[in-house]
């Protein structure tokens, strides 16, 4: 069982790492972009918050159709586009059309997201399902902990273009995994019925179901919280406090390794204390750490050491709650699962990009304002796992009727 559960973790993985390969690497580039292409500091955010966009747009559409069409047809699309949108970007000769080829890219990278939460919940519920979804983070880790230093590397040695072509190489690699490895787990006996029709009144279930859209969000603004870290750590860390791309790789490197580790444990502590429980204990934690780190920066102590410190804790308490959640809100809907997949995941991206959008109009290169945004999505997903996961609220418990 462990083998079969890490071979497809494996192959779940690498497959939705290829998006945020494309978020992750490209992040040491922002201040050298604006340089090469004359754009101010809000003009390559916004390559950065189209991507998020589309990631989250996208969504909606490419879950109803591995409803349809099974996992796999999706998949391939997906990342045949991101391929065509990332040799766009490559190509860019100024920082319209590179927005424009993000926004193309991110419609590709948002098919390797969702479709492969479906695919868990094809195959496990519980803590089963929790066990897989951490495993598949586990994988999905090779990003955030390796793409940014690998992109400082090919950005010192090629420039920022070649970030692009090296996540063409990224999509083309993830196609020949996914053809070689990954079974159809939607046979058609279970696509009968499957429309754009009924992902219509699928999605209108879930918005019905407060503890889907409860969950959701609850993953949501935790997502938000590392969204604002993502569009704003670079200018940060690299032109407040002067480190080089590589030191901030490294930096960046440290929260994504707390926050991976820290999912590993989620399918043996659900399993010990019960996903909800520990969902509201990690969330509570999380959200203290982040309003301590935002006061201290307010009262004028701007010690890198001691900001970086409460980031690693923090994001180590946020492992615990992404994947928990993403498990809970599709726990019930698993006739439904892409449809339940495409709209959590859309949820999350909504709650990210208007956390990016606010926080764009007072980005100044200070910390407070990133950390100003991190502390108020972590005191809102607190919030709503305090309100969605009361005690007498039970999974379990009933829903709106299903459509098939």
Not at 52 to 78: E, H, N, T
Not at 103 to 126: E, K, N, S, W, Y
Not at 172 to 178: G, Q, S
Not at 198 to 210: E, F, I, T
């Amino acid at each position: 069982m462990q083998r079969s559960f890490f071979g497809l973790a494996l192959v779940l993985g690498l497959v939705s790492a290829v998006g945020p390969f494309a978020i992750d690497m490209y992040l040491p580039a922002l201040p050298s972009i604006g340089q090469a292409l004359g754009a101010s500091p809000a003009a390559v955010q916004a390559s950065l918050i189209v991507f998020f966009i589309a990631l989250g747009a996208g969504q909606v559409v490419y879950g109803p159709v591995s409803d349809m069409l099974g996992r796999k047809r999706p998949l391939y699309f997906g990342l045949a586009l991101f391929g065509l949108g990332s040799i766009g970007c490559a190509l860019a000769p100024d920082v319209t059309t590179l927005i424009a080829m993000r926004f193309v890219q991110g419609l590709g990278a948002c098919a390797g997201m969702v479709i492969p939460r479906a695919v868990v919940r094809d195959l496990h519920t519980g803590t089963d399902a929790a066990r897989l979804m951490s495993m598949l983070m586990l994988v999905f880790s090779v990003s955030p902990i390796l793409a940014p230093l690998t992109g400082s590397l090919l950005i010192e040695a090629f420039g920022w273009r070649a970030v692009f072509w090296a996540v063409v190489v990224a999509a083309v690699f993830a196609v020949v995994l996914l053809f070689k490895a990954l079974p159809e787990t939607r046979p058609p006996e279970e696509r009968v019925g499957s429309s754009f029709g009924s992902a219509l009144q699928s999605y209108a279930v879930l918005l019905r179901d407060p503890h889907f859209v409860g969950l959701s969000l609850i993953g949501g603004f935790g997502v938000a919280s590392f969204f604002a870290y993502l569009a704003n750590s670079s200018f940060v860390l690299i032109e407040h406090y002067g480190l080089t791309p590589r030191q901030y790789s490294v930096a960046f490197a440290a929260n994504a390794a707390s926050f991976i580790g820290a999912s590993q444990l989620t399918g043996r502590w659900g399993e010990r204390f019960g996903l909800a429980r520990m969902v509201k204990v990690a969330v509570t934690i999380y959200a203290v750490l982040m309003a301590i780190a935002f006061m201290v920066q307010l009262t004028g102590v701007q010690d890198l050491a001691v900001m970086l410190g409460l980031l690693f804790v923090g994001y180590g308490a946020l492992g615990l709650v992404i994947p928990a959640t993403m498990v809970l809100s599709m726990e019930e809907h698993g006739s439904i699962a892409g449809a339940a997949s495409a709209l959590g995941g859309t949820l999350h991206f909504v709650c990210g990009i208007a956390v990016m959008g606010l926080l764009s109009a007072f980005a100044n290169r200070e910390p407070v304002p990133m950390l100003a945004g991190i502390a108020g999505s972590a005191a809102l997903a607190c919030a709503f796992a305090w309100g969605t996961l009361r005690r007498g609220s039970p999974a379990g418990s009933p829903r709106p009727t299903e459509v098939s």
